[in-house]
């Protein structure tokens, strides 16, 4: 049975550093693709990056591109997001996802519970 659960979510300042883990099971990594999504209140749910199950190369939304860094490690079933230079408008729930790469949740097939990220002084 698929599983995905984030974790890594919390309180930070602008500027700072934070990175999510999205632990699965019930497939490995290099068999399906990882992807994250955030969402803010009041907005729809966004896509952020994907990492290819076939190569773990990334994929970046433009808005996180050069900040954001997604990263696996097939082993321990464990795909990271290690987010810098947080900024307010970063404040919302990341979701993992799995499915084809994409950054349209439609596509997601199977979806964590999320984990809350706010960037606030």
């Known amino acids: 049975q698929v599983h995905l659960v984030e974790s890594g979510g919390g309180l930070v300042q602008p500027g700072e550093s934070l990175r999510l883990s999205c632990a699965v099971s019930?497939?490995?990594?290099?068999?399906?693709?990882i992807s994250w999504f955030r969402q803010a209140p009041g907005k729809e749910r966004e896509g952020l990056s994907s990492i290819s199950n076939m190569d773990g190369g990334g994929y970046y939304a433009d808005a996180v591109k050069g900040r954001f860094t997604i990263y696996r490690d097939v082993a321990k079933k464990m795909v990271y997001l290690q987010m810098n230079s947080l900024k307010p408008e970063d404040t919302a729930v990341y979701y993992c996802?799995?499915?084809?790469?994409?950054?349209?949740?439609?596509?997601?097939?199977?979806w964590g519970k999320g984990t809350l990220v706010t960037v606030s002084s």
């Open positions: 019930g497939f490995t990594p290099d068999y399906y693709a």
């Open positions: 996802a799995t499915g084809p790469p994409s950054f349209d949740a439609t596509d997601m097939a199977y």
